[in-house]
Structure formats: structure tokens, C-alpha cells
């Protein structure tokens, strides 16, 4: 299929989408849609909504937008990308606490199955993103931190903060093992969608898992690592900075049946 963009419902047109470039200030969501359903559907909405709320200083139309999603979608019987924008046409960058109404920008892409990718390599960087929890249209510093590690030898770029706790990595949240239980960092961060699939999944399936602050130099005593975002659910991590782990193909199976043990809900 052809990639399919709608603003509000509508077909987008170009001039529609000036001031989203222009301002760069929103927020959005990401998901994978199988056969018209998504798994963590309340969860996406729930997070425009409440994104919507602290950006914009209005409510968003939970209701409408499910319905944009649904016609963007309709007939497609393949696996689609599908990422909802929320920005706002009435935004006054010489006003931005004015209350603003949100405009819902929709694109669909087709996109292969679920996979295992290769593992990655991380290397750290003492770096927090401005406002952790709100999944905002910010991103230089993430593809920034992602090509100074690239260029370094690495593949993606792990965030610390000052004090030295893990938090996340450039587009991904990040768990350990600790050879007893899967290991959540605590700190200040984007609360994934797939990361809640996937505590709920091990609390489904029973699986022992932990929140807890994560220390940088406590990487060495730790077994496995993976990260998780909507387009990898789980993808091994085989070196963070200097210390290597070990494939853990059981982890990998273990956290694929715990988010697959989430629902699809229709849209």
C-alpha cells in the first residue's frame, strides 16, 4: 500500500503541515497494527491524551481520534507502522501557555513481521532528555548521542544521568537480567508502551522481575541486557561500553511470550 497520511480525518495537504515543521513542538505515539488491532491501545491513547494535556493545555478527543485511526487503517490486512502526531495549527510561539486545540496527524506505513534483530553495542553518555516522561517531538539529541557512538565503534547510545543511574537508551528502553530476574533501571525516563507489555506480560506469565536504580558500574555484575521500543520488542544488547554480555537466546524467548501474552484490541 501507499503510505497514508491524514490530518483530523482528512487527507493531509501540504500547507497543512507548515507550522508542524516550523514549530517542531508536539508529541506522539508509535504502534504496530495487526489485522486492525494493536496491543497497548488504551495505553497509546492514554499517553496522547495526557501528553496533550501538559503541552497544549486542552483535552484530546480520545474517542475521534480511535475513529481517524480506524479509517486510516480500514481493509489492510498487512502489519502496519502506524506513528499519531499530536501538534496544534493554533500554537503562539509568543504564547505557548495559551491554551492551544490539538491537531492529530496520522501516517501508516506497511512493515514487515516482528523480528530478532542483532544485537547492538551501546556506549554511554551522561545525557537526560528534557521532559523524560512526554514521547515529544524533541529528538536531535537522540540521533546526535546515536552518531557519536556509531562513530565511536558502537551502534546506539545508552543515557546516565549524573548521578550515574541508567535511565534509557536514544529511541529504546533498556532491562538487564541478573540471573534471577529481569532488572527495570529506575530513573527518569519515557514510560515505553512495549516496556509496559512487558511488565505486564511477566506479571501474566509469572516471570520475577524488579524496578530499582542501576548503576552504571554495576553493569559487570549483571547477565544479559536488552532494549525494547514499538518497531524491536526485544533486541539483545552484546557490549555497554567496555563490558560484554553474552546472547541470551532464552531471554529473548522469554520476553517475545510475555509481550505476545498481551491482547490485541480492536481499534
Known amino acids: 500500500m501507499r503510505t497514508v497520511l491524514t490530518l483530523n480525518g482528512l487527507p493531509a495537504q501540504a500547507d497543512d503541515l507548515r507550522l508542524a515543521v516550523a514549530n517542531n513542538y508536539g508529541h506522539f505515539t508509535a504502534m504496530r497494527v495487526e489485522r486492525g488491532a494493536v496491543r497497548g491501545l488504551d495505553l497509546h491513547l492514554e499517553r496522547l491524551a495526557s501528553a496533550t494535556r501538559e503541552l497544549f493545555a486542552s483535552e484530546l478527543d480520545r474517542v475521534r481520534v480511535r475513529e ?121 525516563q519515557l514510560d515505553g508502551i512495549s516496556q509496559q507489555l512487558l511488565q505486564a506480560g511477566c506479571v501474566r506469565l509469572g516471570v520475577a522481575q524488579v524496578t530499582r536504580a542501576v548503576q552504571l558500574d554495576e553493569i559487570p555484575a549483571l547477565r544479559a541486557a536488552f532494549l525494547t521500543n514499538a518497531a524491536s520488542v526485544a533486541q539483545l544488547v552484546t557490549r555497554i561500553d567496555g563490558h560484554d554480555f553474552a546472547v541470551d537466546r532464552a531471554l529473548l524467548d522469554t520476553l517475545q511470550r510475555c509481550y505476545a501474552s498481551n491482547p490485541l484490541e480492536l481499534i
Do not use: C, M
Request: glycine share 6%; proline share 9%; hydrophobic share 45%.
Open 68 to 188: 481517524w485511526l480506524r479509517e486510516a487503517v480500514a481493509g489492510e490486512t498487512q502489519q502496519l507502522s502506524v506513528r499519531i502526531n499530536v501538534f496544534s495549527r493554533q500554537f503562539d510561539r509568543a504564547h505557548p501557555a495559551a491554551p492551544a486545540a490539538p491537531d492529530v496527524l496520522i501516517s501508516v506505513l506497511e512493515t514487515p513481521p516482528l523480528r530478532a534483530p542483532a544485537p547492538l553495542r551501546l556506549q554511554s553518555f551522561r545525557y537526560g532528555r528534557e521532559l523524560p516522561h512526554v514521547k515529544h517531538v524533541g529528538t536531535f539529541p537522540l540521533f546526535h548521542f546515536r552518531a557519536l557512538a556509531q562513530r565511536a565503534g558502537f551502534d546506539d547510545a545508552l543515557f546516565v544521568g549524573d548521578d550515574g543511574r541508567i535511565a534509557e537508551a536514544s529511541i529504546w528502553n533498556i532491562g538487564f537480567h541478573d540471573g534471577e530476574r529481569i532488572v527495570w533501571p529506575q530513573a527518569p
